[in-house]
């Protein structure tokens, strides 16, 4: 509901979406690969889903972009996520590189949760 909202306050036009990270089950640190976005405007969001999150664990997690695919800095980091299910929207007010991914580390005493993350942005602009 929230990510719709945001995206009607942007006046996106035709909105489109990247997949960062989609795991099921994920147990262990994962980097996405590199995904293309060409020439896009400033109008990005972040959005987080973790479910099925065992109680013991921690999610930090983060989009990165690069303007060659081998040089990365982080573009926006999410709350942490602990022990319970959460989802998180970031707006993104800079500019974003060409290629993008995302990172998810997982800590506690048990490392388990389905993590997605996407990257919401309008194709007009």
Known sequence: YNLCRILKGLKMATNQKKSLISSAALAANLT??????????????????????????????????????????????????????????????????????GVVTLAGATKLADVYIDLWFDDDK
Not at 48 to 59: F, H, L
Not at 72 to 100: D, P
């Open 32 to 101: 996405g690969d590199s995904v293309g976005l060409g020439s896009r405007s400033k109008a990005f969001i972040g959005w987080i889903k973790a479910a099925n999150v065992d109680a013991a664990t921690t999610i930090t997690a983060k989009i990165e972009h690069s303007p060659d695919g081998t040089n990365w800095k982080t573009v926006t980091t999410f709350t942490n996520i602990v022990g319970a299910a959460a989802t998180e929207e970031k707006q993104i007010t800079t500019n974003v590189f060409g290629q993008v991914r």
